[in-house]
């Protein structure tokens, strides 16, 4: 693939006997992955499923950067409010495409509240000034509790402060092109839109406006981000329903091969750069919510920032049980920084092996070690490079995850695009809130003494 | 237990009936925990482990602030360079404590680069000034590799800027009270240190110098911490072994229950705010590199961010596999940041159940609505509340979950002070390196070609 390069050899026979995959289970799943490839292709071909177009919308390109062009100059910072897809996946680009620490370029600085704490929205008004402050509103549906409540808040403090008309330069809604109150909102106030295509949910959207808006406030280079997901598209789609040929068909069958035949449920994403870790939270939204539906198989994703948690997770990885399959994403190419050689640091034994190298050459040899280690434990881990952490390879690694995730639905047997499963939980928090019509709910959370005990 | 509730009752057969734990299954397993409580004891007794004592170390407190008060007035930040415990635990206390996005009262502001990432590092060096800033560089053997990569560069970065006496008056290391090379080294170059007890292992040091230094340097209670610690710690002993009675026997022996007997091995930690995030983070490295031993059965630990994972796992938890126990975190109060009900996002019928209430009603109506629709599934929560988010009450719950550990670690079978299955991929790290001594490692990582296919 263009910018990446997918080594799943690490899964198979070949490299840990026994626990890997062999050639004929891989001729065996091959038939069902013909099946999802053919599945995934039909949702997108009959307009049901929209992100395999998100690549080719220029119009998405220039309307971003336009209304990023629009905000007032004194703006320094923009504050995307909202919860899920909404947030994960504009955080995923901004951590891996800006130095953290406040250093940067050109570009404003992005923050995400995400969560409805309120010590953290108190925290955000108290340290955003209102007129260097904008807001970018997140929610498809419109209807997104957490969301909404930021806005609610949000608009106030900035009417306070700036005025309607300020208030209104300030704050741009990405939301469905047509339905919802954040819509209908938007119209009646005239705040300044931008569409979540209707066949596009939350999970898919990084690559619509949801993405891009914020990505082009902070100065990125968000056609390359779309230059990138389309190169492995196009890959994706030439390589056909070959398993062996597909990247993200084999990535997706061979993980569920680990969930469904290996007894490995759990997928641990390790980004061996501080830049990629929110790439893997995002990620675990993707596979968690497009995948866990059914009480009999699914897997647990898990992200694990490396090499931090090497003193942290390894020991489990290394010496706990095998129900884990492990990737880990890296760069091919690393910043240069040299750990000096004539200091007093260099000069004691214990640290000498340091002098005059690079900072990368040592995490890149902690990420040698572990592959290897847990290799010589027979424990299944595959490699995902990154030529380098730009916007095209960040395009890339995001689109190569939702195409895997589009074909891993069908393999495990559930529809992707949707989260039945979390209804309740909703309508029960709208209960305990005393939102009129969900009075049966309310009554479900009446509190049942239960037998003592247990109780500290 | 002062400033924490524990309640477990939600593990039990009374609320989720035969998914749950039964009076006589508590009955079965109390001779274990028993013994547990005993051996527990009886490392702390004999001196091996050291935690135990922290919670009576006034003398730390008061070196710790002494040392905060020598720093350089200009001082505004202090990077704490270590990896591991010496990183998550100052960290957890630090996201607790201090108000997000720069707000905060008196203190310093903490940076933790925790990783060998060049990016990371880079980015560090360029954002922090010299003379501003300060390093507190945490290893307690001296030989971890990360934190002496970081010191390497970091020693080299001050002395250009601020000479050799700047950079003393900058450096403090915290390390073993005797051995090791960053001892040595810091006698050699007279920089101010810290100790780390000799019984005390990383992942159980938060309440050492290691974490109370930082904490300091923040402005943080630090004294308060302790006293948390020591009213928990007290409870703790004076409850015995009698796991209906002591909560952290308890959680540590219903915890192995839902993994041994339940077929739940894994541990999901669900903070309901943002603060308490850090606290879930040091809990994995706590539970997984203590307990992560054996191949039969460990528990894998998850942190899980609520509301906002609600947006992203709750799907999984509701409907996937039933191999996960919940523990959900949360503060008792929540700062008051109301949303408006005369505003024209409260006049939209979509939100106007939302006027006039509090934002944090809104996060503990999404907790209790999470906790029913789990239950009602039959799937085990635990909540562990904190009477609000405070030195003392956090002092408590690290605490809490520390003599968990090492509760746990018996009902397991395993040692968990130790971390030996970390050191094969640190050997073959160095290998990796060409670190002399390690040359049989560098022939283990020689590239065997593999027969070809999966990659991509």
């Not at 929110?278 to 993707?286: G, I, P, S, V, Y």
């Not at 040899?365 to 280690?373: H, K, Q």
């Not at 730009?390 to 939702?402: I, K, N």
């Amino acid at each position: 693939m263009k910018h990446l390069t997918l080594d799943l050899s690490g899964f198979s026979a070949s490299a840990i006997a026994g626990a890997g995959i062999s050639d004929s289970d891989l001729d065996g799943i091959a038939p069902r992955a013909r099946d999802a490839f053919a599945e995934a292709m039909a949702c997108w071909k009959r307009g049901d499923v929209g992100f395999w177009d998100l690549p080719d919308d220029h119009g998405a390109v220039a309307d971003a950067k336009a209304a990023a062009a629009r905000l007032p100059a004194e703006v320094d910072t923009l504050v995307v409010l909202g919860i899920g897809g909404s947030s994960l996946g504009p955080h995923a680009l901004w951590s891996a495409l800006v130095p953290p620490f406040g250093e940067r370029g050109a570009g404003r600085r992005l923050l995400f509240p995400d969560n409805s704490d309120p010590a953290t929205m108190a925290a955000l008004l108290a340290s955003c000034p209102p007129e260097r402050t904008a807001y970018n509103v997140v929610t498809k549906s419109g209807g997104t509790a957490e969301t909404a409540a930021q806005l609610l808040i949000v608009e106030r403090h900035l009417v306070a402060a700036v005025g309607e008309e300020g208030a209104r330069a300030r704050l741009l809604a990405t939301t469905d092109p047509e339905r919802g109150g954040l819509r209908a909102l938007a119209g009646e106030r005239g705040w300044a839109t931008l569409p979540v295509p209707a066949n596009v949910g939350g999970r898919f959207s990084v690559l619509s406006a949801v993405g891009l808006y914020p990505a082009a406030v902070a100065g990125l280079d968000i056609a390359g981000l779309l230059d990138g997901a389309r190169a492995v598209r196009d890959d994706i789609v030439a390589a056909g329903d070959d398993l062996r040929k597909n990247p993200a068909l084999a990535l997706a069958a061979l993980l569920h091969w680990q969930n469904a035949e290996a007894g490995r449920p759990l997928v641990v994403v390790m980004p061996y750069a501080d830049a990629l870790y929110d790439c893997a939270d995002w990620f675990r939204q993707l596979w968690g919510e497009s995948l866990g539906k059914r009480s009999d198989i699914a897997p647990t994703p898990i992200a694990s920032r490396m090499a931090t948690d090497q003193h942290s997770q390894l020991q489990l990885y290394t010496e706990g049980p095998d129900d884990k399959s492990y990737l880990v994403l890296a760069p091919a190419k690393r910043p240069a920084l040299v750990m000096p050689g004539d200091g007093p640091v260099a000069a004691r034994p214990e640290y000498g092996y340091l002098a005059n190298r690079q900072l990368g050459e040592l995490i890149d040899a902690e990420l040698r070690g572990t592959v290897a280690s847990l290799g010589a434990r027979q424990r299944p881990v595959a490699t995902l490079l990154l030529d380098e952490v730009s916007s095209p390879a960040v395009g890339a690694l995001l689109f190569l995850f939702e195409a895997a995730a589009a074909f891993a639905g069908p393999l495990y047997g559930v529809n992707p695009y949707d989260q039945p499963g979390v209804e309740e939980a909703k309508r029960l928090a709208f209960g305990a809130l005393g939102r009129p019509g969900f009075e049966a709910e309310a009554e479900k959370l009446a509190v049942r003494p239960r037998p003592g005990g247990l109780i500290f």
